[in-house]
């Protein structure tokens, strides 16, 4: 790979539109992006989706793109009329089944492949120990360190058996903040201690069995770091993650455009520190001016050595490694074969004992 390509490779973009416009087309020929992410915006039905993703696929001819979707079931879900769009996972935190957790994350990716989405963006890992916190909530399994590492690794192997890229998030925890990311940088000012012993147990659980990926949260821990935000913290992403937790995966950002970021740094700058902290992949969801910008800016750190060559190739290796895993051999999703995945019977019926058992279970609390 030329230097362009190898760092095009760290980027996962977002776009607009329901099919690959001229100019997306160029962007990809001229940036060779890594993945790409997918939206509501993106998807109109599952044959739609279909033809997006293999129409994606042939503008990479050289490495299959990641293309990734949020589908974590309840609020965050990205798929239109048609899939099996199942609970959140405070749903299957009150099944308490390991079973059935992952046999609905298994359902996801069945589907998920069958219209040729390879990644999923979930679990979330995060604990929902904060009643305050706008952004968590629901989409945490339960405030249990236990039963979020027996749950989201049910979760992790249930898509990642089925050729689905898992992304354990928001390391090291965004469950304990009271704002969101999004709209404003959140603190967590807990322990070092207490983040070891309860925010960063089903990471380390995940980490210990497999977990392809791991996303970064756009939250600032000042015992961890005082300075930065974990996205952009070489003592989160490096020291924590890589040399302390052990993590030989690839690891992402969440988008980099998100105000807990843009507020505090330009998105060249944002870009390049990330990467120097430890991110593998770079995730801007919408924004083309600072996409090209943000691609441009590590390019010129990468050629004028800001950024050494070993840290480069780290980042292609890993990446590389991730789509040998999964989408090698990659096949074109069959347009045929849709119709008997996608909200199939089996997966209705899955998804109403998941609904039975929690509200079973909820009487049974009463």
């Keep these: 790979m030329t230097l362009r390509e190898k760092v095009g490779q760290f980027f996962m973009l977002g776009f607009t539109g329901a099919s690959v416009s001229r100019d997306l087309a160029d962007l990809l020929a001229a940036y060779r992006p890594g993945g790409l992410i997918l939206f509501s915006r993106n998807l109109e039905t599952p044959a739609q989706i279909v033809r997006l993703t293999n129409d994606l696929q ?24 048609g899939f099996t769009v199942f609970p959140p996972c405070s749903v299957l935190g009150q099944c308490d089944s390991s079973e059935l957790a992952y046999a609905a994350a ?7 492949r069958a219209v040729g989405i390879n990644m999923n963006l979930a679990p979330v890992l995060d604990l929902n120990t904060n009643p305050q916190n706008p952004i968590i909530g629901d989409r945490a399994f339960s405030a249990s360190p236990v039963q979020v590492c027996e749950l989201g690794l049910a979760t992790i192997a249930g898509l990642q058996d089925n050729k689905v890229i898992a992304c354990g998030k928001h390391f090291p925890g965004h469950g304990d903040t009271i704002t969101d990311s999004h709209k404003e940088l959140p603190v967590v000012s807990a322990s070092v201690e207490r983040l ?11 980490i210990e069995n497999n977990l392809a990926t791991i996303m970064s949260a756009h939250v600032l821990y000042p015992a961890l770091d005082a300075r930065f935000p974990a996205t952009l913290s070489a003592a989160i992403l490096t020291v924590l993650l890589r040399d302390d937790l052990r993590f030989k995966g690839l690891t992402l950002t969440d988008d980099l455009e998100m105000h807990a970021i843009l507020d505090h740094h330009g998105i060249e700058e944002a870009t390049t520190l990330a990467f120097q902290a430890g991110a593998d992949m770079l995730l801007i969801c919408q924004d083309r001016m600072r996409q090209v910008a ?3 800016a590590l390019h010129n750190a990468v050629k004028d050595g800001s950024i050494p060559e070993a840290r480069v190739e780290a980042s292609v290796r890993r990446i590389a490694h991730v789509k040998e895993r999964f989408l090698h051999p990659y096949a074109p999703a069959d347009p045929a074969g849709v119709k008997q995945v996608v909200g199939s019977r089996a997966h209705k019926d899955l998804l ?3 609904l039975q058992t929690s509200e079973r279970r909820l009487k049974a609390q009463v």
Aim: cysteine-free.
């Design 196 to 206: 070891h012993e309860v925010e960063l147990r089903p990471f380390r659980h995940a």
């Design 294 to 296: 943000a691609m441009e």
């Design 106 to 112: 298994a359902a996801i990716a069945v589907e998920l």
């Design 58 to 81: 042939k503008l990479s001819p050289q490495t299959p793109l990641l293309i990734a979707v949020d589908q974590e079931g309840g609020r965050v879900s990205r798929l239109p009329a």
């Design 352 to 354: 109403d004992t998941i």
